[in-house]
């Protein structure tokens, strides 16, 4: 950015009002930089998410007991939370004045204002604070950021003066809970719609059936209150455990229709909009244990006792289903007045369709081609229906295929693909990918976390995810709404559990859904953080932003340490001590002269702080050596081919970044040791977990070659017992080679007897080993 100023003088004046003019220029300057500075960005409010405009004026607001709420017209916003932390913090909360008073924080609704829907104008001087908006919406957001800027010194309770004006990026702005997989209470779910709305997150989407319970009482339906709620046992440890084992406890309940009208009001009260789903055409295991009829086999169903796909899903050839789920939609609706209802449309098997005469029938019918379009039948079917109602439908991307229903709302959880794909159709689109904000993720690589679905989602990463496609034009973009996070509870099985999942990274998605993606910087955000730390009371919130990741650099060489904690030092090891004060200070990345665990801890002020961090690095012949694949990976597991050789293994839980996977079909590579080698051993980790649909290889062969070439086969094994990550290493005969070929055939479609049989299996690989 370039300032100038230009002022035009007589020269013979010049020596005189040279001192004075760049005294003038520089005082000018400096106050015209501060002001744009703090209106651009300058945000030493700590408000989160971050304001789009701030200035910060001169003096102090003092809040006592004498300071009233004002509401101009009438028009109220709830200040529960805003009460609550002042009589925390004071002993005093504040009350309402029909009248403006002298010393008072006003709230003003001018709908002629030019303050975009839900945006807010917070104005805060010595004499008073004045909160202005062209709706409700904003008035409330503005009480929340001024909520954020009380301060306390001694017994002074008081606002720094600030100009603030605010408003969001995304009008939907979003977060999903399960209350299938596990229940929580009203008052745990009305804890969490206050943190909610405390950062600006205008929608709760209740996740309330799935296979392994019903959530909602539907009285014309019995049978799903006192047969589908509950489940006869519940999976104890991770589902890719084999054999799978059980607590043999009775689970289950459901919520009244007057609990779910009171968690309704509750939430619109803090400008929340509640969105049920009621999952359909798949994920209907515990409606059909209740009612038979409704499958396409009549039975006997139970309700599911662990976590995945069943196969067994609404018979969409029989017009009981569509009676029934419209009976079930006649309830639902006037529970909730969103203008949608999300009908899942998610993982739905067709192997039960391909069998059923009656889906048959339907298909030859209605002339589709395939079970594709007969789910696109189904949805289509119930989105017209619920358009008679007055609402409209939100389905997970699966609905995309087939073909979209006319008017639905398309939520992309697989990746980005969907949502480009409904954007491109002209469909609106909510942004869910769920390797950037899927809350059930790992939040960290320590071994002492708790169990979790997988994968791995620090805070940063969800931080730093950008909802808004680049493959979309500006005509497209518009379709993306919004962006949300889901909170899946398999492995959430206590609301202590849900809260150090669900946050601070949900406030994290709040920052990305509102602000501005240019004022986003992570370090900035974790200063604010910090201070907000205090607005958690009650949440069993999770530290693990503050702990210490790394990375293989420098072609595998060394290897990097980096945290995000303020004022720490890292203290590591390499002789499997523990790290202590007097360890070795981390300055640059750890070269590793041989194979040996590298050990660290994160100190402040002396004292340790956060979790031990370990990793074993492996240093060999093939570390740090050129990989060439035939084709890359796939999914979740399309990353660099160099992890194969970057001296780190996989994780057990498949979520550290370094596993290569294909699904159904096989893998190939070549290694270049750079020159003709004498080797004795070649090696190779896959991963067998066939609860996860992750299944070795039918034959692993190794190859070498001087040439490149012409090969010549030293290894094959085809037995691969070992569940979790078998290692397969095979001592040779000491021969040359510079080029070694590795191959592993993919079992392709998983067999009958297997979960998931008849979908592809994945065949997961990670480093290689040649020594």
Same mark, same amino acid.
């Given at each position: 950015?370039?300032?100038?100023?230009?002022?035009?003088?007589?020269?013979?004046?010049?020596?005189?009002?040279?001192?004075?003019?760049?005294?003038?220029?520089?005082?000018?300057?400096?106050?015209?930089?501060?002001?744009?500075?703090?209106?651009?960005?300058?945000?030493?409010?700590?408000?989160?998410?971050?304001?789009?405009?701030?200035?910060?004026?001169?003096?102090?607001?003092?809040?006592? !007991?004498?300071?009233?709420?004002?509401?101009?017209?009438?028009? $109220?916003?709830?200040?529960?939370?805003?009460?609550?932390?002042?009589?925390?913090?004071?002993?005093?909360?504040?009350?309402?004045?029909?009248?403006?008073?002298?010393?008072g924080i006003s709230f003003l609704i001018d709908s002629a204002s030019n303050i975009p829907t839900e945006g807010y104008m917070l104005d805060v001087s010595p004499k008073n604070i004045v909160i202005k908006a062209s709706d409700e919406h904003g008035l409330f957001y503005g009480l929340q950021s001024l909520t954020q800027l009380i301060k306390k010194k001694g017994k002074k309770i008081f606002v720094d003066s600030y100009h603030i004006a605010d408003a969001p990026r995304f009008a939907y702005r979003g977060m999903h809970l399960d209350v299938a997989r596990h229940l929580f209470s009203v008052a745990a779910?009305?804890?969490?719609?206050?943190?909610?709305?405390?950062?600006?997150?205008?929608?709760?989407?209740?996740? =309330?059936?799935?296979?392994?319970?019903?959530?909602?009482?539907?009285?014309?339906?019995?049978?799903?209150?006192?047969?589908?709620?509950? *489940?006869?046992?519940?999976?104890?440890?991770?589902?890719?455990?084999?054999?799978?084992?059980?607590?043999?406890?009775?689970?289950?309940?459901?919520?009244?229709?007057?609990?779910? $009208?009171?968690?309704?009001?509750?939430?619109?009260? *803090?400008?929340?909009?509640?969105?049920?789903?009621?999952?359909?055409?798949?994920? %209907?295991?515990?409606?059909?244990? %209740?009612? !038979?009829?409704?499958?396409?086999?009549?039975?006997?169903?139970?309700?599911?006792?662990?976590?995945?796909?069943?196969?067994?899903?609404?018979?969409?050839?029989?017009?009981?289903?569509?009676?029934?789920?419209?009976?079930?939609?006649?309830?639902?609706?006037?529970?909730?007045?969103?203008?949608?209802?999300?009908?899942?449309?998610?993982?739905?098997?067709?192997t039960r369709w391909h069998n059923c005469p009656k889906c048959q029938k339907r298909i030859r019918d209605e002339k589709l081609k395939d079970e594709h379009e007969l789910q696109s039948y189904f949805i289509a079917r119930m989105e017209k229906y619920l358009h008679t109602k007055g609402k409209k439908i939100i389905g997970w991307d699966e609905i995309l295929e087939g073909g979209l229903a006319p008017d639905a709302t398309v939520m992309s959880w697989r990746g980005l693909e969907g949502g480009i794909a409904a954007a491109k159709l002209q469909h609106d689109v909510i942004m869910t990918p769920e390797k950037f904000v899927y809350l059930d993720y790992y939040q960290s690589l320590s071994k002492t976390e708790p169990v979790a679905a997988g994968g791995y989602l620090p805070l940063r990463k969800i931080y730093e995810y950008e909802p808004m496609p680049d493959e979309l034009?500006?005509?497209?973009?518009?379709?993306? $709404?919004?962006?949300?996070?889901?909170?899946?509870?398999?492995?959430?099985?206590?609301?202590?559990?849900a809260e150090y999942m669900i946050f601070p990274r949900i406030i994290a998605l709040a920052e990305t859904a509102w602000s501005k993606p240019e004022y986003k910087k992570y370090p900035d955000f974790l200063i604010r953080l910090n201070q907000n730390l205090r607005f958690l009371k009650g949440i069993h919130y999770a530290t693990s932003f503050n702990e210490i990741t790394g990375e293989s650099v420098k072609n595998a060489s060394s290897f990097k340490l980096s945290t995000d904690l303020k004022n720490a030092e890292i203290r590591y090891t390499i002789n499997g001590t523990d790290p202590t004060p007097g360890s070795l200070k981390y300055i640059s990345p750890v070269r590793m002269e041989k194979s040996g665990t590298l050990k660290a801890r994160l100190f402040k002020d002396g004292k340790a702080a956060g979790k031990?961090?370990?990793?074993?690095?492996?240093?060999?012949?093939?570390?740090? $050596?050129?990989?060439? =694949?035939?084709?890359?990976?796939?999914?979740?597991?399309?990353?660099?081919?160099?992890?194969?050789?970057?001296?780190?293994q996989g994780s057990p839980l498949y979520n550290n970044g370094e596993w290569l996977g294909y699904s159904g079909v096989d893998f190939e590579a070549v290694v270049d040791l750079e020159a003709v080698q004498t080797i004795s051993e070649v090696g190779l980790n896959t991963l067998n977990y066939q609860w996860q649909k992750m299944h070795p290889p039918k034959l692993l062969t190794f190859e070498v070659s001087?040439?490149?070439?012409?090969?010549?086969e030293v290894s094959r094994q085809t037995v691969f017992g070992k569940e979790g990550i078998n290692m397969a290493r095979q001592k040779l005969k000491a021969m040359p080679a510079r080029y070694v070929k590795i191959k592993a055939s993919n079992i392709g479609i998983i067999p009958d007897g297997f979960y998931g049989a008849g979908t592809k299996a994945w065949l997961m690989v990670d480093e290689i080993i040649i020594n």
């Amino acid at each position: 950015m370039k300032i100038g100023i230009m002022i035009k003088f007589s020269q013979k004046n010049f020596l005189f009002i040279r001192p004075m003019i760049f005294a003038f220029i520089l005082t000018v300057s400096l106050l015209f930089c501060s002001k744009l500075l703090q209106a651009q960005g300058d945000h030493h409010s700590g408000i989160i998410p971050r304001p789009a405009e701030e200035i910060k004026k001169e003096g102090t607001f003092i809040i006592n !007991p004498d300071t009233k709420l004002f509401f101009a017209n009438g028009r $109220k916003v709830n200040a529960s939370f805003f009460n609550q932390y002042l009589k925390d913090l004071s002993g005093f909360s504040l009350q309402t004045s029909r009248q403006s008073a002298s010393h008072g924080i006003s709230f003003l609704i001018d709908s002629a204002s030019n303050i975009p829907t839900e945006g807010y104008m917070l104005d805060v001087s010595p004499k008073n604070i004045v909160i202005k908006a062209s709706d409700e919406h904003g008035l409330f957001y503005g009480l929340q950021s001024l909520t954020q800027l009380i301060k306390k010194k001694g017994k002074k309770i008081f606002v720094d003066s600030y100009h603030i004006a605010d408003a969001p990026r995304f009008a939907y702005r979003g977060m999903h809970l399960d209350v299938a997989r596990h229940l929580f209470s009203v008052a745990a779910i009305k804890k969490w719609l206050d943190q909610l709305a405390f950062y600006k997150i205008n929608t709760f989407h209740w996740h =309330l059936t799935d296979d392994q319970g019903w959530r909602i009482e539907i009285k014309k339906y019995p049978l799903l209150q006192s047969v589908s709620a509950f *489940r006869k046992e519940t999976l104890i440890g991770h589902k890719r455990t084999d054999p799978h084992l059980f607590d043999g406890k009775r689970y289950g309940g459901y919520y009244t229709q007057e609990e779910v $009208k009171d968690v309704v009001a509750y939430a619109a009260d *803090r400008q929340i909009t509640t969105i049920p789903e009621i999952e359909m055409p798949g994920h %209907a295991q515990a409606v059909l244990a %209740a009612y !038979p009829n409704l499958g396409c086999t009549g039975g006997p169903y139970q309700t599911a006792t662990y976590w995945g796909v069943f196969e067994d899903v609404f018979c969409a050839g029989n017009e009981e289903t569509f009676h029934f789920l419209e009976g079930v939609m006649d309830e639902v609706i006037p529970l909730f007045p969103s203008k949608y209802v999300h009908i899942g449309g998610d993982e739905c098997p067709k192997t039960r369709w391909h069998n059923c005469p009656k889906c048959q029938k339907r298909i030859r019918d209605e002339k589709l081609k395939d079970e594709h379009e007969l789910q696109s039948y189904f949805i289509a079917r119930m989105e017209k229906y619920l358009h008679t109602k007055g609402k409209k439908i939100i389905g997970w991307d699966e609905i995309l295929e087939g073909g979209l229903a006319p008017d639905a709302t398309v939520m992309s959880w697989r990746g980005l693909e969907g949502g480009i794909a409904a954007a491109k159709l002209q469909h609106d689109v909510i942004m869910t990918p769920e390797k950037f904000v899927y809350l059930d993720y790992y939040q960290s690589l320590s071994k002492t976390e708790p169990v979790a679905a997988g994968g791995y989602l620090p805070l940063r990463k969800i931080y730093e995810y950008e909802p808004m496609p680049d493959e979309l034009s500006k005509s497209e973009q518009r379709y993306i $709404k919004g962006v949300q996070a889901n909170a899946w509870s398999e492995y959430l099985n206590s609301a202590a559990q849900a809260e150090y999942m669900i946050f601070p990274r949900i406030i994290a998605l709040a920052e990305t859904a509102w602000s501005k993606p240019e004022y986003k910087k992570y370090p900035d955000f974790l200063i604010r953080l910090n201070q907000n730390l205090r607005f958690l009371k009650g949440i069993h919130y999770a530290t693990s932003f503050n702990e210490i990741t790394g990375e293989s650099v420098k072609n595998a060489s060394s290897f990097k340490l980096s945290t995000d904690l303020k004022n720490a030092e890292i203290r590591y090891t390499i002789n499997g001590t523990d790290p202590t004060p007097g360890s070795l200070k981390y300055i640059s990345p750890v070269r590793m002269e041989k194979s040996g665990t590298l050990k660290a801890r994160l100190f402040k002020d002396g004292k340790a702080a956060g979790k031990l961090y370990e990793q074993i690095l492996i240093k060999i012949l093939a570390t740090g $050596k050129k990989v060439s =694949l035939a084709q890359p990976g796939q999914g979740n597991y399309h990353v660099d081919p160099q992890i194969l050789t970057n001296g780190v293994q996989g994780s057990p839980l498949y979520n550290n970044g370094e596993w290569l996977g294909y699904s159904g079909v096989d893998f190939e590579a070549v290694v270049d040791l750079e020159a003709v080698q004498t080797i004795s051993e070649v090696g190779l980790n896959t991963l067998n977990y066939q609860w996860q649909k992750m299944h070795p290889p039918k034959l692993l062969t190794f190859e070498v070659s001087t040439d490149n070439i012409s090969f010549k086969e030293v290894s094959r094994q085809t037995v691969f017992g070992k569940e979790g990550i078998n290692m397969a290493r095979q001592k040779l005969k000491a021969m040359p080679a510079r080029y070694v070929k590795i191959k592993a055939s993919n079992i392709g479609i998983i067999p009958d007897g297997f979960y998931g049989a008849g979908t592809k299996a994945w065949l997961m690989v990670d480093e290689i080993i040649i020594n």
